[in-house]
């Protein structure tokens, strides 16, 4: 596979569903990491075959709000590097995955792309790798053979190691090879279908198991993608684990299936349990059930740092209990993925009350954790017209969890507000005053046209809502003042924001809508710095500032410190303006939010101008262009006072244009976090922070990243990327080499 990728731009990697296509490749990525960057996309969640570019820069933390330039974006930013882009469950976006590969091989000559699908993306220059079931023995081979340990193929060192696993730890040594060899070949070898077999062997010796399907499994006869016979193996061998099931195991499969990704018991109480005591599910026989599942290998369980237990159904496991759900209840699937989006909408709404408090910062985390499933609720709802109360109110909620720019892209976000305000039948409420709110915002960030005409019909959805709900005139027009002052600043750039803005801060004072407030203070604050009125950047800096502290609001709380700053640059307050810069960016770092990143460094750039270390501040500048998540729009993101071409005449002023050039490139060639660490002051990329020493140490001691979570207090996700951030500073494989590391580093410091 190395070898092809060398030879070949596109490799994709097809076979049945569960035949490890993801394992395959993720092991060549694994190998390919030494000589090239790698970044894995999974596509699974998506469902828009036009957002595949955003999906993928989405990932890259490149948060190009237009959707127009995404794709331009991605090519520029890919030109000069070197690097394998993984795009993972390819076949349900298959148009659009096979437009962004062509765009990206034709613009980046540096990016090798390794795809896996069910289909090929017939796409020049693409080199097609069937994925094979595992070898099993043939007829008679069983008979050279002691003990199944002596069967030397992978197919029944599989079934072994997933035998241990349930608790069978002499399987290996006790199993009759026979029957062993017998049932590897009936399961055609998908790794898949052995898993599932293997989940069975506690409950049912092999001889049961092989009388008890026989007829219903079909060999695989052949691989590769046109394989009708592995398709047929494959559903016969869930069918199997289905017809093994109890009515009540089998219902709940089925309804589990329109989860997307993980979920714990009160969730699927709340999604799956009847409601109705005659019902065959109760909310009280949920665990019992869910249990029988996990022994079947139907459902997978995780342990979480706090001992919650997490589960999930594999991707083709998945699909056929939807298949199932569809054709086998009256109603189809439409009852539980109406509750499924019920119970999501609640999550989103919780998850927004806590967007301007001390627990901010744990919002993008569960934003991000549940963004599949937030994906389905919404799609689900913007398809059926009787739920667009239910739609508005979700991606009202979204939207004020700052989703589309911690765990999507402002792109797709601006689909789904636009196509659920132009469902009929969407009544005057506070959530579709936040809805029209944002997509005038939204559009603003993405140049488009059409903010003008959103801006007037946000203006009319006000008058609309104070009629409505006259408990919340004042809100709702507060807010169309927010969308219309935002226009005037960034769109018109007209004076006038300051008077708009002025307005909605002074009715959002009130504490209504705390989020509100401090974004109208945020950008009022950029209004009077654009407008040459210190007086009024002053007063709606400080005021920022102080709400956000008064509510502990870490994530906010950052862009706070950073407008403040702002006006402290301004007025000769430099050092002061600098702390603040890097107070804000060492949050966003520490939340692993990439939006506006670049702005706070690009500030810390002016800092260092006026400190006079113009080669470092050139050398930020041009950090801050690779960073830049806005992409070619001086007017689309927040305003700086000071043009990046007057720091950068400041910088040329001193260092020459020669030496100015050399400085700004040493800069663009950085990554996000040497860029980052640049802009902070520190003395080499290549040192690990403070947080990630303690988990390098931690890692020494050898300890899980759920025991390095449940030490630290943080999510076991953030452990994850620190561990991934240690490998890669360190250049060292796995987590003995960060041993071996923090070993001399001890030793040694």
């Keep these: ?66 959707e127009r330039t995404i794709l331009s974006t991605l090519v520029e930013w890919l030109r000069t590097k070197r690097m394998l882009l993984v795009l993972d469950n390819c076949e349900h976006l298959i148009d659009g995955v096979a437009a962004f590969v062509d765009a990206i091989l034709d613009g980046a000559p540096g990016v090798r792309i390794l795809a896996t699908s069910r289909e090929a993306l017939r796409v020049e220059g693409e080199r097609i790798r069937p994925v094979p079931p595992l070898p099993v023995p043939p007829e008679g081979q069983h ?70 399907s026989r007829g219903l499994l079909a060999v695989l006869d052949r691989s590769g993608r046109d394989s009708t016979d592995g398709h047929q193996t494959l559903r016969d061998c869930i069918a199997w684990s289905e017809s093994l099931c109890s009515p009540a195991g089998r219902d709940l499969w089925m309804r589990l299936s329109v989860f997307a990704g993980d979920f714990d018991i009160q969730a699927a109480e709340a999604v799956c349990a009847d409601r109705d005591s005659n019902g065959l599910i109760g909310a009280e026989s949920i665990v019992d059930v869910l249990d029988s599942l996990v022994w079947a290998s139907v459902v997978t369980r995780e342990q979480t740092v706090d001992g919650q237990a997490r589960y999930r159904l594999l991707d083709p496991i998945r699909d056929y209990g939807l298949t199932l759900l569809q054709t086998s209840t009256p109603d189809g699937d439409t009852q539980w993925h109406e509750r499924h989006a019920e119970f999501f909408c609640r999550v989103a709404t919780e998850v927004a009350a806590k967007r301007f408090s001390p627990c901010d910062s744990l919002v993008v985390d569960t934003v991000r954790h549940h963004m599949p499933d937030f994906r389905v609720a919404v799609t689900w709802c913007l398809s059926h017209i009787h739920l667009t109360d239910m739609a508005i109110s979700l991606l009202a909620a979204l939207s004020q969890a700052t989703t589309w720019f911690t765990a999507a892209s402002v792109a797709e976000g601006q689909r789904y507000l636009i196509r659920a305000l132009g469902m009929p039948d969407a009544r005057p409420s506070i959530q579709r005053m936040v809805v029209f709110t944002h997509t005038v915002w939204h559009a603003m960030l993405q140049n488009d046209p059409a903010a003008e005409d959103w801006a007037n019909r946000c203006q009319h959805a006000a008058k609309e809502t104070a009629e409505s709900e006259p408990r919340h005139a004042v809100t709702a027009h507060a807010l169309a003042d927010f969308a219309e002052g935002v226009h005037l600043l960034f769109g018109k750039e007209d004076a006038r924001a300051i008077d708009v803005l002025g307005n909605a801060v002074a009715a959002l004072r009130s504490g209504e809508m705390p989020t509100y407030f401090h974004l109208s203070t945020l950008y009022l604050a950029q209004a009077g710095m654009k407008f040459d009125d210190l007086a009024v950047a002053d007063r709606a ?209």
């Excluded at 990697?13 to 999974?42: N, W």
């Design 1 to 66: 596979m190395i070898a092809d990728l060398a030879a070949a731009v596109l490799v994709t990697l097809d076979g049945v569903g569960g035949v490890g296509k993801t394992s395959v490749a993720l092991a060549v990525a694994r190998e390919m990491a030494a000589a090239m960057s790698v970044t894995v996309v999974e596509l699974k969640p998506h469902r828009d075959p036009d957002l595949v570019a955003a999906a993928v820069a989405t990932t890259l933390g490149l948060h190009d709000n237009d």
């Design 143 to 212: 008979q050279s053979a002691r003990h199944v340990r002596d069967l030397a193929y992978d197919s029944v060192q599989l079934l072994v190691t997933r035998a241990a696993d349930v608790g069978l730890l002499d399987f290996g040594d006790t199993a009759d090879p026979e029957l062993v060899s017998l049932l590897v070949r009936r399961l055609g070898g998908i790794p898949l279908a052995i898993v599932l077999a293997a989940g069975r062997l506690r409950g049912m010796g092999l001889r049961d198991m092989l009388e008890s």
């Design 541 to 749: 800096s400080q005021e920022c500032l102080v709400h956000a502290e008064a509510h502990a609001a870490g994530h906010s709380l950052s862009w706070a410190r950073w407008v403040r700053g702002l006006v402290e640059l301004e007025i000769g307050e430099a050092a002061k303006a600098r702390e603040r810069f890097e107070q804000a960016l060492r949050v966003q770092r520490d939340l692993g939010t990439y939006w506006g990143t670049e702005f706070m460094v690009e500030t810390l750039a002016r800092c260092a101008a006026v400190a006079r270390e113009h080669l470092r501040a050139a050398q930020l500048l041009g950090a801050a262009s690779k960073l830049s998540t806005v992409a070619g729009a001086d007017n689309s993101g927040p305003s700086f006072p000071a043009p990046h071409t007057t720091t950068e005449n400041l910088i040329r002023e001193h260092l020459g244009a020669e030496q100015y050039r050399s400085a700004y490139h040493a800069g663009a060639s950085l990554t996000f976090d040497d860029a980052v660490a640049l802009a902070l002051g520190e003395q080499s990329t290549s040192v690990l922070s403070d947080r990630q020493f303690e988990v390098a140490r931690l890692v020494a001691q050898g300890l899980t990243n759920e025991a390095i979570a449940k030490e630290l207090h943080i999510a076991e996700s953030t452990v994850h990327t620190h561990v991934r951030d240690v490998l890669r500073k360190l250049k060292v494989s796995n987590r003995a080499g960060i041993a071996a590391w923090f070993t001399r580093y001890a030793a040694n410091p």
